[in-house]
């Protein structure tokens, strides 16, 4: 079976990410998307809260699965019998980040794989981060969310 485990806080979903988790689940069997937490993050919502929202998000993709992951991505598909890790590129920014884990998860796991995808052009410019410095100010971002998150944008930030 090709499996494989798209990583992310998630916090929020974007558009962008989705696009992704859409365009692996043509190419692989099972697309595991993880929801991680980034401890160096300030997040919206919680661990459970993202999981249950990115879940509501791709279930109209029969062969994505979502989990929450606490610890290495790497070592986390390897448990889940995943032969690749997938990533999302924006910018030259992006694939020096995302470069520099790939060798050191090949360090840890050779045998796993990371896979780069890179943004749609209407997603290009979308990052998490700046989603959260416009719901500060109360800028409606919900367009470039899915809907369960921007459901939940409305109600708790932007009333």
Known sequence: MRRAVFPGSFDPMTNGHLDIVKRASVLFDEVIVAVGN???????FTPEERFNLVKESVENIPNVKVCI??????????????????KGLRDEEDFRYESDLERNNKFIEPSIETLYFSASRENIST?????KEFIKYGVDVTGFLPEPFAKVIKERFLK
């Open 38 to 44: 980034n401890m160096n993050k300030n997040s919206l």
């Open 69 to 86: 992951i606490t610890g290495l991505v790497v070592t986390h598909a390897k448990e889940l019998g995943a032969n690749w890790i997938i």
């Open 127 to 131: 990052r998490s981060s700046a989603i």
